[in-house]
């Protein structure tokens, strides 16, 4: 069974920048349409962004523009590089794939302070 790992949360001022990280065992990473998730507090888990194994991507209205997502295939990696942050970007941050089909991992914690 494919394993979901992330990583890269913390807390960071409003404007700043953070890198996230989604570290997946398993052979058929490559073949999925992947995606990062979060969940704010006291609210439901949201799609942020999500990438095809072939590059294409697409993302929320509200983070477009400074969120950026990439994956190394060959790593078994995804990012989420995330810019010009806000107070409501808060949350816990997921990746699974598009269609939510891996077990979820413990998520990273991202806190945004004003």
């Known amino acids: 069974q494919v394993q979901l790992v992330e990583s890269g949360g913390g807390l960071v001022q409003a404007g700043g920048s953070l890198r996230l990280s989604c570290a997946a065992s398993?052979?058929?990473?490559?073949?999925?349409?992947m995606a990062w998730y979060r969940q704010p507090p006291g609210k439901q888990r949201e799609l942020v962004a999500h990438?095809?194994?072939?590059?294409?991507?697409d993302y929320a209205d509200s983070v477009k523009g400074r969120f950026a997502i990439s994956r190394d295939n060959t790593k078994k990696i995804m990012y989420l590089q995330m810019n010009s942050l806000k107070p409501e970007d808060t949350a816990v941050y997921y990746c699974?794939?598009?269609?939510?089909?891996?077990?979820w991992g413990q998520g990273t914690q991202v806190t945004v302070s004003s």
């Open positions: 398993g052979e058929t990473f490559k073949v999925y349409v």
């Open positions: 699974n794939t598009l269609g939510r089909s891996m077990k």
């Open positions: 990438m095809s194994s072939s590059g294409s991507t």
